[in-house]
């Protein structure tokens, strides 16, 4: 039952924003999701390395069992977005994101209207995927990169739970094992500028020539060799984007030989995008992912070729790198890139996956404040094949569905705009606020919505680095 309303104005910092969500969660019906505005001017920047294979796992730990929070109801008046009433204490369990969903509780993928989310099960560690789990995970996602095999035995009944379902087997599109080194004259190797062979900085990878004949055979053999021994519906392949080209990612820069200078990242790509086009049209139909298109800075100076040669690609590092300060946000420029690289890649056909990690030091109420502001940005720009991942732990299992992904706020009935230094997304049930500036912002709805507690507001202020979502 909604409230009486008593103010024309809310307070939306993180407190008010975690208290809300506690309760409601929130999402949008994925089926329907439009394109939003045309893409803004292209940024240049050097991708994100927190990725990297050679950086250290740092433990991702709340300050406490429990955080205090500030104001936990709407306040009346203009008053400074961190401004508070009372404390709160709200125990983990309870926060944004709620408590991952289990087997028990999983709804049949579609059946509720949500946002279309993937999970990178692939990047999980030591953990064994039961048939309940594969279940839920069927439930929950439409997409799952996963290693070969983990989800093998439970197929069939995945694909029953949800039809949409597809299971893409990981492997490495430019690193080699050094299981396989043997296999390969040395001309298939990528060699930095004093001809020695390029280790992955954390990893016992070695970095190949991706325009080499032998080694671009190698892949197509490769996943056609995985795809009938797991029998999963496509293959994805990892560092196909220009991460190698980052300072500290690899032990060198690799040359390109036709040049005898560094790769440029045009250069790269072109290689790139040409071994998954062959690989693409080996194993056809069956199909080709790939990651990571970095973030929207890199997507529009680099990386979108990529998706010329791909049915679909993630973007590892949307709005943030996993190791960054949990305190990095990015420039309202960077920020906006990253919504007009979904808008961009809404006009392709093809799957367009974000992940946003925190897997850093950080308190659950900043980690939260993260969820939410990427989930608020990530839904400014969906399209029809956008799909969203949110992890908070490195290591572990990655397969974490979370409440606030399943309230339904209608789909968009506009593209998003800006309204001041706050930019918004008309839906047919709300409207999603992000505010991606330093310095917090009051916002003039229009019109009476509701917070969802149930609270009626006709202006709402957004702390910095914020999102927001309101219903009718």
Request: glycine fraction near 10%; hydrophobic fraction near 40%; proline fraction near 4%.
């Amino acid at each position: 039952m909604r409230k009486v309303p008593t103010t024309v104005s809310a307070i939306v910092g993180t407190a008010l924003l975690l208290t809300v969500v506690i309760q409601h969660g929130f999402a949008t019906d994925g089926t329907d999701l439009a394109a939003g505005l045309a893409s803004g001017s292209a940024t240049t920047a050097a991708g994100d390395a927190s990725s990297t294979p050679a950086a250290a796992p740092e433990a991702s730990t709340s300050s406490s069992p429990s955080a205090t929070h500030g104001a936990t109801s709407v306040q009346t008046g203009a008053a400074h977005p961190s401004a508070s009433s009372s404390a709160h204490t709200a125990s983990p369990a309870k926060r944004i994101a709620g408590p991952a969903t289990t087997a028990s509780t999983a709804t049949t993928a579609g059946t509720s209207p949500s946002a279309k989310v993937w999970t990178a099960e692939y990047m999980s560690r030591n953990t064994t995927v039961t048939r309940a789990q594969a279940l839920a995970d069927a439930s929950h996602f439409d997409r799952i990169f996963a290693h070969k095999g983990d989800y093998t035995p439970f197929l069939a009944d995945m694909h029953a739970v949800n039809p949409r379902l597809k299971v893409i087997a990981y492997f490495n599109g430019t690193f080699a094992r050094s299981s396989e080194l043997a296999a390969f004259a040395e001309s298939s190797f990528a060699h930095d500028a004093q001809g020695r062979r390029i280790r992955s900085g954390g990893w016992d990878l070695y970095l190949m020539n991706p325009a080499d004949a032998a080694w671009r055979n190698s892949r197509v053999k490769l996943c056609l060799a995985m795809l009938a021994e797991s029998g999963y519906d496509a293959c994805g392949a990892d560092n196909v984007g220009t991460a190698v080209l980052l300072p500290g990612y690899v032990s060198g820069l690799p040359i390109n030989p036709a040049t005898n200078k560094v790769y440029t990242s045009d250069e790269w790509v072109t290689a790139t995008s040409a071994l998954c086009i062959q690989i693409r049209s080996g194993i056809s139909p069956r199909a080709l992912y790939g990651n990571s298109l970095g973030n929207g800075s890199v997507y529009f100076a680099s990386t979108r070729r990529l998706l010329n040669a791909l049915d679909g690609a993630s973007v590892e590092t949307f709005l943030r790198g996993g190791r960054e300060s949990i305190t990095s946000y990015p420039t309202v420029k960077g920020w906006k890139a990253n919504v007009d690289m979904l808008v961009d890649a809404a006009t392709t056909s093809k799957d367009i996956m974000t992940a946003t990690k925190v897997w850093t030091t950080g308190t659950q109420a900043q980690k939260d404040q993260w969820h939410l502001f990427a989930y608020s940005t990530y839904l400014l720009g969906a399209g029809p094949n956008s799909r969203f991942w949110f992890s908070y732990v490195e290591g572990g299992a990655q397969n974490a569905y979370y409440s606030l992904w399943s309230t339904a706020i209608g789909a968009p009935s506009a593209g998003y705009v800006a309204m001041g230094s706050v930019f918004g997304r008309d839906f047919t049930g709300g409207k999603v606020l992000v505010n991606p500036d330093k310095v917090g912002h009051t916002v003039s709805l229009g019109g009476t919505y509701h917070t969802l507690d149930g609270v009626a507001v006709t202006s709402v202020t957004l702390a910095p680095h914020t999102g927001l979502l309101l219903t009718f």
